[in-house]
């Protein structure tokens, strides 16, 4: 029972917390006593607002101004994207700014949180429960496949009767171990979905105190965490194994009664829900005829190579030296971070947490920056680490070559745990070329191989001189030599990214352009916006794209969509 209830479910004073509560004051929404009025009212540094509390209003918990102690901030800056009171709106640091309704912006917020909540209650949390549910099922299927598996060899015992009496129990005991460890394997994973199930119920139960509240700081400042918890947790899959055996030879009698195979236990990828939003009604967004740059930031590095969108108006960006930037559309400088080994980084990703992700080809580490602090993760002996990018289960993809520079593969890790290896096609052939630097008449670019991963999670790999694609699995689909018609030109990628309609887009260097493919490698058309040399490329949420210049050092925002 609630604290502050009897058992009739009596509303009792904010203030005296004894008394039933009659009125209440909507400027500071707060419930009181016919005692406690009075008391209330004393403080006349305030124009207090008290009502019968059954003709009370919703009245929103606005902020009070940092500037103007007896005011409350009921406006909403646009510029500024922040509450702000009317004061500082007409005569302080906002004047001029663009204004909007505070309880317009709320509103909109609100309904953002609602469907948050509706998401989390009605389609994600299920599906957390379902999986459960599918666990403890497949643990009662292992309980019976493993009585029918101790059965069988209880049978077989019988037939090789005393002589074969040791070897029965050796058999028995092997398969009470692997039932152990299966059992073990589904214990785990259900604790860890049932763990992530305890934060979604925490998260909704936060959202609806938000919700209730009104208050205006906590429903603007409200990260979501839906995108997460889409990504569903890996699913543990147990393989039972058989029994075999074979006619009674008493001079093969261990061999005979029939070998176990090794313990199987697969971990599934978790699947990643698609928003409401995108099961209700995905976007379709054509091409523009004519793509047009939308803004222009200098790094002021010497020569530019990578970019990667932290928001749709910042990006991090890295060049030729050892300072990675945190840059807006105004070509401000927000944030920089050294390396930790004082090496030029040689590739950037900001990961599905907002974390940075860097690549240190001389100290042949990966290693992730959270919170401005750098931990290594990954460190390779015998490779060294290109390019990377991070995946929409939030693995980290990683282009790498060997240390004699012979041999070119894509790794997945998750976490510092490597899942997979990208090497070979099925005939055993090299996917990749082997490395080397791409020379430019002015100067040289690194070693390609920039990489992508597709909405189809297709891998995409911008190798020397064509665009190589492979399936999830890492199967070749298909390689893109450039536009059929164009045999004057050498086709020259760099930077490769994929948009939310599956096209993919890979920078053209050396002949100022960017090429857009369909998911199957069909060639769409061209961009080219003036570019110089484009090299890295990245889009953000709203299928912006941006391009670094590797000579000009700049990085300009293109919509094309």
């Not at 008394?19 to 707060?30: A, T």
């Not at 004061?87 to 302080?92: E, H, I, P, Q, Y």
């Not at 009664?257 to 054509?286: C, Q, R, W, Y």
């Not at 390779?380 to 990377?388: F, K, T």
Request: net charge neutral; with cysteine.
């Amino acid at each position: 029972m609630h604290p502050r209830r009897s058992a009739q479910e009596v509303l009792l004073c904010d203030l005296c917390e004894t008394v039933p509560l009659q009125s209440h004051c909507e400027l500071c929404n707060i419930n009181l006593c016919k005692a406690c009025v009075g008391e209330h009212l004393s403080d006349t540094s305030k124009d207090h607002k008290v009502v019968p509390f059954l003709r009370r209003k919703a009245t929103p918990n606005y902020p009070k101004c940092p500037d103007h102690a007896d005011k409350q901030c009921e406006i909403y800056c646009e510029k500024c994207d922040i509450p702000v009171c009317s004061t500082c709106a007409l005569f302080g640091k906002h004047k001029g700014h663009d204004v909007s309704n505070i309880l317009e912006k709320l509103g909109a917020k609100t309904e953002s949180l609602q469907k948050n909540l509706k998401e989390l209650e009605t389609r994600i949390y299920p599906r957390y429960e379902e999986m459960v549910s599918n666990v403890e099922t497949e643990k009662a299927e292992l309980e019976r496949n493993y009585g029918k598996l101790t059965t069988d060899a209880d049978k077989q015992g019988e037939i090789l009767h005393r002589e074969i009496t040791a070897i029965v129990n050796q058999r028995k005991s092997a398969i009470a171990e692997m039932k152990t460890k299966h059992l073990d394997a589904l214990n785990i994973n259900t604790d860890e979905i049932t763990q992530k199930m305890a934060e979604l119920k925490q998260i909704m139960s936060d959202l609806k105190s938000i919700l209730k509240s009104n208050d205006v700081s906590l429903t603007s400042t409200y990260k979501s965490r839906n995108s997460e918890f889409r990504t569903l947790p890996p699913k543990v899959r147990v393989t039972v194994p058989s029994l075999s055996a074979q006619k009674i030879n008493k001079d093969q009698l261990n061999e005979m009664f029939g070998s176990l195979p090794p313990l199987s236990i697969n971990t599934e990828h978790g699947d990643t829900m698609k928003s409401a939003e995108a099961v209700s009604s995905p976007p379709v967004k054509p091409l523009l005829d004519e793509p047009r740059v939308t803004a222009t930031i200098d790094t002021r590095y010497y020569r530019l190579y990578s970019v990667s969108c932290l928001s749709e108006d910042q990006v991090w960006t890295c060049g030729e030296n050892k300072t990675m930037k945190l840059l807006n559309l105004q070509s401000k400088l927000l944030t920089s971070i050294q390396t930790k080994s004082g090496y030029e980084p040689y590739d950037i990703a900001v990961t599905r947490d907002g974390d940075l992700v860097y690549t240190d080809e001389y100290k042949h580490t990966i290693n992730l920056i959270k919170n401005k602090q750098i931990q290594t993760v990954i460190t390779l002996q015998g490779w060294r680490p290109r390019y990377v990018c991070c995946t929409a289960a939030n693995d980290l993809l990683v282009t790498m070559d060997s240390d004699d520079y012979k041999q070119y593969k894509v790794v997945r890790y998750s976490g510092s745990t490597e899942k997979q290896s990208i090497q070979f096609d099925d005939q055993g052939r090299p996917l990749y070329s082997s490395g080397g630097y791409a020379f430019h008449p002015s100067y040289s670019y690194k070693y390609s191989k920039y990489l992508s991963e597709n909405k189809n999670l297709d891998i995409c790999v911008a190798d020397i001189r064509a665009v190589v694609v492979v399936n999830q699995s890492g199967k070749l689909r298909f390689r893109y030599t450039g536009h059929p018609s164009n045999t004057k030109q050498s086709f020259d990628p760099r930077g490769i990214t994929t948009d939310s309609q599956s096209h993919i887009l890979t920078a053209d260097c050396g002949n100022h352009r960017i090429h857009i493919l369909d998911q199957d490698g069909q060639f769409l058309r061209y961009i080219h916006c003036d570019l110089r040399c484009p090299y890295g490329l990245c889009v953000d949420i709203r299928d912006n794209l941006f391009v670094t210049e590797c000579g000009t050092a700049k990085v300009k925002k293109i919509q094309y969509l």
